[in-house]
């Protein structure tokens, strides 16, 4: 097996640029016990990039990616650039030009760790979300009609296609297979009258193909709702990607902090590299002030070496986060401690060291 591997980074901005050495210097310490090997290229791309430029990434950026194993993202999105500008000029060209069709989200309330939920049922919040990340809701399509008319308008439609809905639910069933094999999927069937319809179709004839699987729909607002108010009936959800990314900031929530939150945007069949980023943003609010909470960055890349086939590495890291959680005072600000982001980094790594 191949113990060596390219990885991009891109910390991005604010934040994104404190987390992501932070969470590198973890994966390093996890890679030197496990015997893995990794060349990270430190990619530049970013909001300042951008002021610079005037892209969020160089033309042959792709290029650059394709030539690396995995992608390893900070935030990027800062005051001043439009949020459409770093999510279309990197991010979903990063999605759409690697298939990484599947957005991968954790809910895990980790040990130690307060969900704002009056109550969290014994056996804790343990749920996955599955968001669509390469069609539905996030489209160029539409425009504007009849500006500074009373007529005026925008028109914004959602792209679902047959491949698209399939490829994502087939990896949300497999993925409910490999757990407890309930799958509740998000709609809003009753207000949307032509994607939603069809995307509950396709959900119906796959459950037909796996009647070993327990199956439910729920509309969005109701599931929102569930989440807050009865958590633990949920294992894996699948979501289109603007339902998807609601879900996952409540999900975060939930879980006690944005901070916490990471994700992985997947190409399951592994033709291209995935990306590994955290669920929150650039922060610009304590950006510079070494408060971030660095664990969100950290699992994303637990989810890379879990992805890379490196399952005993990414137990390992978690298991690191889990014992500071648990077992020392040392939190930061957003959980209602005092330490920094290289505090609870150095943190984790002993806990890595002395792990047996
Ligand atoms: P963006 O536009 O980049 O998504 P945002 O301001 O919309 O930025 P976040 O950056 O996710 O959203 O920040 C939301 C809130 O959560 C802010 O108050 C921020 O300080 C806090 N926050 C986000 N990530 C962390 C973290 N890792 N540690 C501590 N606090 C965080
Ligand atoms: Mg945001």
Redesign the pocket.
């Known amino acids: 097996m191949d113990t060596s591997y390219r990885i991009a980074t891109i910390p991005g901005d ?2 994104g640029t404190e ?1 992501v050495p932070a969470a590198v210097d973890v994966l390093e310490r996890a890679g030197s016990r496990f015997g893995i090997r990794f060349e990270w290229s430190e990619l530049e791309w970013s909001c300042e990039y951008y002021a610079r430029t005037g892209r969020m990434m160089p033309e042959n950026g792709l290029d650059v990616l394709r030539e690396h194993d995995q992608i390893f993202l900070g ?1 990027v ?1 800062y005051p001043g650039v439009p ?1 459409h500008v770093s999510l279309w000029g990197l991010l979903i060209p990063i999605r759409r030009a690697f298939r990484q069709y599947v957005n991968l989200r954790p809910v895990t309330l980790l040990p130690g760790v307060e969900s704002p939920l009056r109550e969290v049922p014994a056996g804790g919040l343990d749920f996955v979300v599955v968001r669509e990340n390469n069609e539905g809701e996030y489209s160029e399509v539409g425009g504007r009609l009849y500006r500074g008319t009373p007529q005026e308008a925008a028109i914004q439609e959602s792209v679902f296609t047959r491949r698209g809905v399939e490829r994502v639910m087939r990896y949300a069933f497999d993925l409910a297979r490999s757990r407890k094999s309930r799958l509740a999927s998000a709609t809003k069937s009753n207000g949307i009258i032509h994607s939603m319809p069809f995307w509950d179709e396709i959900f119906r004839e796959l459950g037909a193909e796996h009647p070993d699987v327990k199956t439910s729909d729920y509309h969005i607002d109701a599931l929102a709702a569930l989440f807050v108010l009865d958590p633990t009936r949920f294992d894996v959800v699948v979501a289109s990607n603007l339902f998807g990314d609601i879900l996952t900031d409540l999900g975060a929530a939930i879980i006690g ?3 916490f939150a990471p994700s992985a945007n997947l190409n399951p069949e592994r033709e291209f590299p995935s990306m590994f980023e ?1 669920v ?7 950006a510079g002030t070494g ?3 660095p664990i ?1 960055q950290v699992w994303a890349g637990a989810m890379m070496l879990e992805h890379l086939g490196h399952a005993d590495a990414a137990t390992a890291v978690m298991g690191a986060v889990s014992h500071v959680l648990a077992e020392t005072g040392v939190r ?1 600000r ?1 959980l209602g401690g005092t330490a920094s982001t290289q505090e609870m980094t150095a943190e984790l790594l002993k806990a890595l060291d002395q792990e047996v």
């Open positions: 604010g934040i987390v935030a999105g949020d902090s944005i901070g955290p929150h943003g650039s922060a610009p609010d304590i408060r971030a909470n969100g930061t957003d």
